[in-house]
């Protein structure tokens, strides 16, 4: 009873990703066709809908333009930013070096 269930699941499944991949706004490819059609793919990435790569029916990459990657990806700070934007108060740190000399050392 269960393995019928799973393999009606499994019908179901596949009959939706021939759906999508049938609909006007394609974004699921199969690997072979994703390789021999690639410019449609960059195309379509390039308009905003991210394009999904499939390998042995499983999704295996999504191609997105570069604009979109641009924007999804966290900015970087520097130093001086991360140190103003902490919610601490630093003017307590003591940053001054030590006059002192270093300890002799005998080897």
């Known amino acids: 009873m269960i393995i019928r269930a799973a393999s009606r699941v499994e019908k179901i499944l596949d009959s939706l990703t ?3 991949q ?3 706004v394609k974004n699921i ?3 072979q066709q994703a390789k021999s059609q690639f410019c449609a793919v960059a195309e379509h990435a390039v308009g905003g809908r991210p394009q999904v790569v499939t ?3 499983r999704p295996f990459v999504v191609i997105v333009g570069a604009e979109d990657w641009k924007n ?3 900015q970087k700070k520097t130093l001086l930013e991360a140190l103003r934007a902490c919610p ?3 003017s ?3 940053l001054a070096r030590s006059k002192e000399l ?4 005998s080897l």
Do not use: E, S
Not at 102 to 105: D, I, K, Y
């Open 92 to 94: 307590d740190l003591d």
């Open 88 to 90: 601490y108060d630093l």
């Open 72 to 74: 999804a990806r966290p």
């Open 55 to 57: 390998k042995h029916g």
């Open 18 to 20: 021939r759906f999508w």
């Open 102 to 105: 270093p300890r002799p050392l």
């Open 22 to 24: 049938t609909a006007l």
């Open 29 to 31: 490819w199969q690997m």
